[in-house]
């Protein structure tokens, strides 16, 4: 959760803009004001945590929200140590 957040958090500072007017979409690339049309929460959650957070700003946003899916269950320590493994040899996992 708290790593989803910072990411938010960097896109805006990177943007100059501040996180209210990066989902209102009311923000400015040199000089034109940018008007987002629609907005989609994204996102993968192998707990449920980050789900949370997904559905808790889409909620706030009035969106929709889209969850990436996993083929192989992550569940679990088993699940836990498989995606460690997978990451140290930069496996990429079919979504």
């Not at 805006?12 to 803009?17: H, K, N, S, Y």
């Not at 629609?38 to 946003?61: D, M, P, Q, W």
């Not at 009035?62 to 679990?76: A, F, H, L, P, Y």
């Amino acid at each position: 959760m708290k790593k989803t957040i910072l990411i938010i958090l960097s896109a805006a500072i990177c943007l100059g803009v501040g996180v209210p007017e990066v989902f209102a979409g009311n923000y400015k690339i040199g000089g034109e004001k940018i008007v987002a049309k629609k907005i989609l929460v994204v996102f993968y959650s192998r707990t449920g945590n980050t789900k949370k957070v997904g559905e808790a700003i889409a909620g706030e946003l009035n969106c929709d929200t889209e969850q990436i899916m996993d083929v192989k269950s992550r569940m679990g320590i088993f699940g836990w140590l498989r995606s460690g493994r997978e990451a140290m040899k930069e496996v990429i996992a079919p979504i």
